[in-house]
């Protein structure tokens, strides 16, 4: 049984396109994130949610909407695609808000054409 | 600004040379320091987490220190299974789960 999930595994969409990812993750955590991985492997932060709560909001272009229907899931919705959106999107959960293990989803990646 | 380097960028070991992998920090206020491991199309997986200044965690071939200003991860008689991206990351001394990761140091043992 996978821990997190995330759907779909590759994206592939024209600029100015609208996408979603779907997150949900069966550990039974209270919190799940975003994060983006460029093309250099750097992974940084986007947005967090505990208990359907937005915690965390980086510096993130407004194009990028995260939602939380439940604890369990985390989507995130991208408008207006552009070709810098291209990256490794994972999804990652923990119980709690303090500074603990992440479980990290295998990535959605998406490219922009 | 909190900042994580990673080095060297990639490493190519033969099967049970034994080496070191540096991650150099700068933040305000470490609450904590992560290693993880990251395989090719896969999401990183959680190795170890350290606290403060001196502390070493170890899990087998692998062996993680922590000093005021950077970490080391030793990999002792490394084997092929061994090979991934090894990423560090710290956490500042915020309230939440906000890690800044290194970029990660690729290593490559050969059989």
């Known amino acids: 049984d996978t821990a997190v999930s995330q759907t779909p595994k590759y994206l592939v969409t024209q600029m100015g396109n609208d996408k979603s990812i779907k997150c949900e993750q069966n550990?039974?955590?209270?919190?799940m994130y975003w994060y983006k991985q460029d093309s250099k492997k750097f992974l940084k932060i986007m947005f967090s949610?505990?208990?359907?709560?937005?915690?965390i909001n980086e510096t993130v272009p407004n194009r990028f909407s995260p939602k939380s229907p439940d604890k369990a899931h985390l989507n995130l919705h991208i408008n207006s695609l552009e070709l810098g959106d291209s990256a490794v999107y994972f999804c990652?959960?923990?119980?709690?808000?303090?500074?603990?293990?992440?479980?990290f989803g295998e990535g959605s990646r998406l490219t922009v054409l | 600004e909190d900042q994580v380097t990673q080095s060297p960028e990639a490493l190519r070991l033969q099967e049970g040379e034994s080496s070191s992998l540096n991650c150099s920090y700068t933040?305000?206020?470490?609450?904590?320091l992560f290693w993880y491991r990251q395989d090719p199309g896969k999401g990183p997986e959680f190795l170890f987490t350290?606290?403060?200044a001196g502390e070493e965690k170890e899990k087998e071939r692998l062996k993680a220190t922590l000093t005021k200003k950077e970490s080391f991860l030793h990999i002792t008689a490394p084997k092929p299974e061994d090979s991934a991206t090894y990423l560090c990351?710290?956490?500042?001394?915020?309230?939440?789960?906000?890690?800044?990761f290194g970029t990660g140091t690729r290593l490559l043992v050969s059989p």
């Open positions: 990652a959960s923990s119980q709690g808000r303090g500074l603990l293990e992440l479980f």
């Open positions: 933040v305000s206020g470490l609450r904590g």
């Open positions: 550990l039974g955590h209270d919190t």
């Open positions: 949610y505990n208990n359907k709560e937005l915690i």
């Open positions: 990351a710290v956490g500042p001394n915020t309230g939440f789960q906000k890690l800044v």
């Open positions: 350290l606290y403060s």
